[in-house]
């Protein structure tokens, strides 16, 4: 069983900067692939962010390209997003998503509120 375990979310004013994590358990964290989504209010959820947790390698969403940054720390398990040049259209719900073998993990999510 993996567990997901997000922090981070808060109210921050257009511009500003935060920091998401998300701590896992419960598999090695080599093979897992690590995914920030997020929703808004009325709006599917969308993929904002990827890394590959062996490689390295990452993928981010048109939108938040060139502002945001997915990174991970294996030696804690854990995935970073961090935010900058935040826009009130950032403001949503974020989840971290494991996917292991093809099996997906969600975290519980944490608010991000992006208003003056």
């Known amino acids: 069983q993996v567990q997901l375990v997000e922090s981070g979310g808060g109210l921050v004013q257009p511009g500003g900067s935060l920091r998401l994590s998300c701590a896992a358990s419960g598999r090695t964290f080599g093979d897992y692939v690590m995914t920030w989504f997020r929703q808004a209010p009325g709006k599917e959820r969308e993929s904002v962010a990827r890394?590959?947790?062996?490689?390295?390698?990452?993928y981010y969403a048109d939108s938040v390209k060139g502002r945001f940054t997915i990174s991970r720390d294996n030696a804690k398990n854990t995935v970073y997003l961090q935010m900058n040049t935040l826009k009130p259209e950032d403001t949503a719900v974020y989840y971290c998503n494991a996917r292991i073998l093809g099996v997906e993990y969600w975290g519980q999510g944490t608010q991000v509120t992006v208003s003056s």
């Open positions: 890394i590959i947790v062996s490689g390295g390698s990452t």
